[in-house]
């Protein structure tokens, strides 16, 4: 069963704004990725924060996560027609087992 | 990007007929996975692989067997064919620490039609 859900299921936002997604999961975590997949291809890692992060950065996005919440954010700035794409959190529990990816969130940036 | 190759990337069989799909990598990488993607149920774990001649079940299993006889190859079996399995099936590997908690990497998929 998914440990990460998203939210959103699907948001659709003009070119040049921002892009916040969300993540909740259930069970205390090693670390929490994201991924996004264009139409028709495979999954490509974004971004991972551990347990002891707050908050990471890369290029355009930005990552935060709130262990006491269970949750995680992804935020997207001044976004662009090629973020068009679908978005996955994906949790790593504290045992030693596989990656629980999410449903993903479907982005539609319009320019 | 990862050396992960997916074969077919396309396949359309009918209900009943053994199929099997191939995974390769160039990357060394010990974990090897087995995932489908269906609409409203976002990615599933099927199978994976921890090593050679290593393998687990995931979370949706049934119908499928793996094989893993060298580092560079996995392959999912499904023994005979049903409507449902129609989905499109990625292969992923992980590797560096001795973990799963490490980001995988994916192939482009192979989109399965069982008729």
């Known amino acids: 069963s998914q440990q990460g859900e998203e939210d959103p299921q699907a948001l659709s936002i003009q070119e040049g704004e921002n892009a916040t997604m969300n993540c909740s999961y259930k069970t205390s975590i090693n670390n929490l990725q994201w991924y996004r997949q264009n139409s028709g291809r495979g999954l490509v890692h974004l971004i991972l924060?551990?347990?002891?992060?707050r908050e990471k950065h890369s290029g355009r996005l930005r990552v935060t996560l709130d262990t006491s919440k269970k949750s995680s954010s992804l935020l997207i700035t001044a976004s662009r027609a090629a973020d068009t794409a679908s978005y996955f959190c994906?949790?790593?529990?504290?045992?030693?087992?596989?990656?629980?990816f999410g449903k993903g969130t479907r982005l539609s940036v319009i320019a | 990007d990862a050396g992960i190759t997916q074969s077919p990337r396309h396949k359309v069989t009918e209900t009943g007929t053994p199929v099997t799909l191939r995974c390769h990598q160039t990357?060394?990488?010990?974990?090897m996975y087995w995932y489908r993607q269906d609409p409203g149920h976002g990615l599933r774990l099927i199978h994976y692989s921890y090593g050679v001649k290593d393998t687990d079940k995931g979370e949706v299993s049934d119908g499928y067997s793996v094989s893993r006889s060298k580092t560079e190859d996995f392959l999912l079996t499904l023994e005979s064919a049903t409507s449902s399995q129609t989905s499109v099936y990625f292969c992923?590997?992980?590797?560096?620490?001795?973990?799963?908690?490490?980001?995988?990497?994916f192939g482009d998929g192979t989109r399965l039609s069982i008729l």
């Open positions: 990357e060394n990488h010990r974990y």
């Open positions: 994906a949790t790593a529990d504290s045992g030693n087992t596989p990656l629980v």
């Open positions: 992923a590997i992980s590797g560096g620490a001795a973990s799963y908690n490490q980001p995988q990497h």
């Open positions: 924060i551990r347990s002891n992060e």
